[in-house]
């Protein structure tokens, strides 16, 4: 089987690849610092993580995962707006 059969899915990681993937597929724009909003909510992810690159978020939705702490959002500090609901933080 391939790669994707092998992961559980609970496995998912959020890489850079991924998160741009995401990005473009909500209508985002490819140069990730020019995004406002970042939409990667229902995707299974359990750290926040390779969001570095986007530096000019404004909202960021990740609703409905698996994250157990807030972490990774050093970088973006036009951040007005953190959905996160749905996930495991205690």
Known sequence: ???KEALSEED???TYQLVNDMCRSTG????????????LQGRRF???QCLDKYTGL????????????IEGLEAMP???IL???GN???
Request: aromatic fraction near 8%; glycine fraction near 4%; hydrophobic fraction near 40%.
């Open 46 to 48: 359990k750290k926040i």
């Open 12 to 14: 998912v990681i959020m």
């Open 78 to 80: 036009e951040l007005r």
């Open 83 to 85: 959905f996160l609901d």
């Open 88 to 90: 495991m933080i205690s």
């Open 58 to 69: 404004k909202a960021l939705h990740l609703e409905n995962n698996l994250i157990s702490r």
């Open 1 to 3: 089987g391939s790669t």
């Open 28 to 39: 985002g724009y490819t140069l990730p610092r020019i995004n406002t909003n970042l939409y």
